[in-house]
């Protein structure tokens, strides 16, 4: 009842903005409280640079679906290790969400295809990459209308959006900013979690081994999705800070049972079931917590950081 009553509250004020989602300080207070299911699609186009790409495009997504179609279009495409990238999407394709219901329909998994080998043909750069299959089936269902129509164009440069402006590097072959990023996420980590950190440290496993999927995946197998959906409500917003933000969190939420781990073993089960946690599954208390128990976290000096990493390893 709680949480219908803010749900409520909140759904007023989003109504009385009247599709003005200028940024402001109070859209970006407004957006760490959760944007409602019914806005969330406008809101992301309007936030990230999605709606200003479709709007100057119009028309190109079609254009790439058609191509699409024609599977000679792809039979001299391959990933590095030699394999067809067409193969390795439709492989992927029941792989995606497979409990939900949604992904059982032919028309969704239609849908996700056409959004997967449209981008492969749009950024030839990047292609397909494992990991995307679950941000586009998650857009897909972050973006569907209440009668159950989907809206793959905008999940297109939604995707587009988020890859080129917020994830540049993190899917490329030889995913620069994500390395980067993990280590990142280290140095964070030996500041302000300075005794878990070197409990971590000890059994000698690097931390890329349990956070790359957070980072390549934004927490999509990682969190419930109600909780998922509130945390990229925030990235569209404030962009890739929140990723460190949330990771950080993940470690704070969790110090008590780190402590008790006495082995690398114990270590990856924690990993793997850290999904089922109960604080992750109630998204307004979590999001708020997410900003209340992580510290300052600024842009600037999180950039200085990845300068640093970047220093390091080139």
Known sequence: EKHSKKQ??????????????????????????GIPRQYRCEVWMS???AKYLMENN????????????????????????????????????????PENPSFKQPVMLNNLQDVLLAFALYKPE????????????????????????????????????????????????????LNKDCLVLDTLLKKRLPKIHTQLSAFDLPLQMFVTKWFVCLFVDSLPMQTVLRVWDVIFNEGVKVIFRVSVYQFVVHKYELKQISDASGLALFFREMFWDNAAWDSYAYMKNVFKKTGKMARKSLEEKRCHQHNIMY
């Open 126 to 177: 990047i292609g397909y990459c494992q990991g995307l299959n679950f941000i586009v089936g998650t857009l897909l269902l972050a973006t569907q209308k209440d009668d159950g129509e989907l809206r793959p164009e905008e999940c297109f440069w939604l995707l587009v959006s988020l890859i080129d402006d917020i994830l540049p590097d993190y899917y490329s072959d030889r995913m620069t900013s």
């Open 8 to 33: 409520l509250k909140a759904s007023k004020k989003w109504a009385a903005l009247n599709g003005n989602y200028t940024r402001s300080e109070s859209l970006k207070k407004l957006i760490r409280k």
């Open 58 to 97: 119009v028309g190109r997504y079609n254009i790439l679906v058609t191509k699409c179609a024609d599977e000679e279009t792809y039979s001299n495409i391959r990933d590095t290790s030699g394999e067809k990238q067409l193969d390795i999407i439709r492989r992927d394709l029941p792989r995606t969400f």
């Open 47 to 49: 936030i990230s640079s």
